[in-house]
């Protein structure tokens, strides 16, 4: 089956500098990439998401690259705020499965 | 609020009880999908329903068990319960399956506490 891997684990970086977490998948069917957000004790919360006929999409301070070729894929926020401090989830979903196969996370600390 | 309810929040019980977690998917939503959140394991997929059906098996174990009811509403029962159970369940639901790229919305989610 999928297998997600997600780097960092904790990622600190001062308020108005730019973040980037990491995601690699290994099932090449995979057709289908979104991030979540999480809150402590809330839902996951979808912020972007990638289809695999796409290199890059961007919303706002948000943007996601997918690289199909090595596949792996990357969330990069800038300008970054304090209510960006939260866990954020890369998943991949396809090749027949439909569940999501999520990262283990990254602790997204936003120092003032 | 993603539309998605999940009832109750908490549930403190005993090992080797049983119980049922509810789930009512976004109006329209055909899929439902389960998922477990521990600590150790991380966010993990449990089993997909699609307008009734059994669609997708993850990582779920023999003791739990799902169904779709006609009325879209799921339900995941769990049973022999172990310490090892407790955990936060939450439900999604999309109108498509994922496969074909349908964004999957989250409900508050069921924390279970086995003691």
């Known amino acids: 089956g999928e297998n997600v891997e997600q780097h960092p684990s904790t990622l600190s970086v001062q308020e108005g500098d730019s973040a980037v977490i990491k995601c690699t998948y290994s099932?090449?069917?995979?057709?289908?990439f979104p991030w979540y957000k999480q809150e402590l004790g809330k839902r996951p919360q979808l912020i972007i998401d990638?289809?695999?006929?796409?290199g890059e999409k961007k919303d706002q301070r948000i943007a996601v690259t997918l690289n199909k070729t090595a596949k792996h894929f990357s969330l990069h926020i800038t300008e970054t705020q304090p209510e960006d401090s939260a866990v954020y989830f890369c998943?991949?979903?396809?090749?027949?499965?439909?569940?999501?196969?999520f990262g283990k996370g990254t602790h997204l600390i936003i120092q003032p | 609020d993603s539309g998605v309810t999940q009832t109750p929040k908490h549930l403190i019980t005993a090992t080797g009880q049983r119980v049922t977690l509810r789930c009512s998917p976004r109006?329209?939503?055909?899929?439902v999908y389960w998922y477990q959140q521990s600590l150790d394991q991380g966010l993990q997929f449990l089993i997909q329903?699609?307008?009734?059906?059994?669609?997708a098996k993850g990582n779920i174990l023999e003791r739990f068990s799902a169904q779709q009811f006609p009325d879209l509403h799921s339900e995941l029962n769990l049973s022999s319960l172990e310490l090892g159970d407790s955990a936060l369940y939450f439900c999604?639901?999309?109108?498509?399956?994922?496969?074909?790229?349908?964004?999957?919305?989250f409900g508050p989610g069921t924390r279970l506490t086995v003691l």
């Open positions: 329903y699609y307008n009734g059906e059994e669609r």
């Open positions: 109006s329209g939503d055909l899929s």
């Open positions: 999604a639901s999309s109108a498509v399956t994922s496969g074909r790229g349908g964004e999957q919305f």
């Open positions: 998943a991949a979903v396809g090749g027949g499965a439909d569940g999501l196969t």
């Open positions: 990638i289809r695999s006929n796409v």
């Open positions: 099932d090449s069917a995979s057709n289908y």
